[in-house]
């Protein structure tokens, strides 16, 4: 889960990561808006950035459908 204050900055950012897809975009899975907060739920991926930025393609999981 990602928490960011529920401003116009955090829905512009839960905005543009509905849009993207791509292998290296971890997606939305669902969103909430709580005591000012915006929630953001995001699939756990269990790889470190340098794991990620060593391999090639990308590991397992990470190419999932995006949130509509």
Known sequence: VKVLRDNERGRREL???QC???P???PCLGEAFSAHRLLIWMPYVRYTLLDLLRSDPAPPGLNEQPCK
């Open 24 to 26: 290296n975009i971890v």
């Open 15 to 17: 905005e543009l990561l």
């Open 20 to 22: 993207m897809t791509h």
